[in-house]
T-cell receptor, first 114, second 108 residues
């Protein structure tokens, strides 16, 4: 499968713990996005990378959230001191810089904070 | 404000009946609109975009700037069309705003 890959698929953690998710985009895509989706909602934009540069962060992304994309390849999203409100599906997507290139989504990581 | 509204959470139709999934948007710039679909146990994927003016799986969508709408239509629904449908607005060069989605159920 040459699509966007996300790991792990599911993560259950206790409140206060740190978690890290990984996203491997389609190899030739230089744009990478993180979205969060809660029940009954559509995907909400969190952050965007062009190559290794993080060009935008949503106000939804508190100081407990950090994302990186070293070398412009895979990306990680870390949540520190998790709260129950962080429980959601975290989606990664990638696209090329072609203006007509659509978003290609991964299967997501479902986080449950107990 | 930039916003995408999908007023129906759930739409149930019988097989062979016409389908229309509503999407309205709010955006001051020139809109680029998309429909994404998520079938059961699959990832979110692009269904169609307004600039392509294409029909995918029998679905079409026309951008109506006067009514700020981008409704998705299909003349004859099939059971395999049952899925979650999201309307999305692209603002600027990379940012997308998604609606809350409509679950389409096609009944036999």
């Amino acid at each position: 499968d040459t699509g966007v890959s996300q790991n792990p698929r599911h993560k259950i953690t206790k409140r206060g713990q740190n978690v890290t998710f990984r996203c491997d985009p389609i190899s030739e895509h230089n744009r990478l996005y993180w979205y969060r989706q809660t029940l009954g909602q559509g995907p909400e934009f969190l952050t965007y990378f062009q190559n290794e540069a993080q060009l935008e962060k949503s106000r939804l992304l508190s100081d407990r959230f950090s994302a990186e994309r070293p070398k412009g390849s895979f990306s990680t999203l870390e949540i520190q001191r998790t709260e129950q409100g962080d429980s959601a599906m975290y989606l990664c997507a990638s696209s090329s810089s072609d203006m007509n290139s659509p978003l290609h989504f991964g299967n997501g990581t479902r986080l449950t904070v107990t | 404000a930039q916003r995408v509204t999908q007023p129906e959470k759930l739409l149930s139709v019988f097989k062979g009946a016409p389908v229309e999934l509503k999407c309205n948007y709010s955006y001051s710039g020139s809109p680029e609109l998309f429909w994404y679909v998520q079938y059961s146990r699959q990832r979110l994927q692009l269904l169609l975009r307004h600039i392509s003016r294409e029909s995918i799986k029998g679905f079409t969508a026309d951008l109506n700037k006067g009514e700020t709408s981008f409704h998705l239509k299909k003349p004859f629904a099939q059971e395999e069309d049952s899925a979650m449908y999201y309307c999305a607005l692209k603002t600027g060069t990379y940012k997308y705003i998604f609606g809350t989605g409509t679950r389409l159920k096609v009944l036999a």
